[in-house]
């Protein structure tokens, strides 16, 4: 925030007081923006449950067989 700029006809302690309050603020937006993208990020993980996960869990694939292959419970020794 090294950009802001005071007219040089303020006093010393209110350009300080000016610089301060832009740094706060970014501060603050900073943490606001980051909350809003944790919840965002939250609810699309949700979402993606309750979409993906039970058309995940028939699927062929992911049980580690072919579609139309029969797996075998009996083991080769």
Not at 3 to 8: I, K, L, N, T
Not at 33 to 38: D, E, H, I, P, R
Not at 48 to 63: F, I, M, N, T
């Amino acid at each position: 925030m090294g950009g802001v700029e005071v007219h040089a006809g303020v006093s010393s302690e209110t350009a300080a007081a000016v610089k301060r309050a832009v740094e706060e603020a970014f501060v603050e937006a900073f943490g606001l923006a980051m909350y809003v993208a944790a919840g965002l990020a939250g609810m699309s993980a949700v979402a993606a449950g309750l979409v993906g996960g039970k058309a995940q869990a028939g699927r062929p694939e992911a049980s580690g067989s072919k579609p139309g292959e029969a797996r075998s419970t009996s083991s080769s020794v």
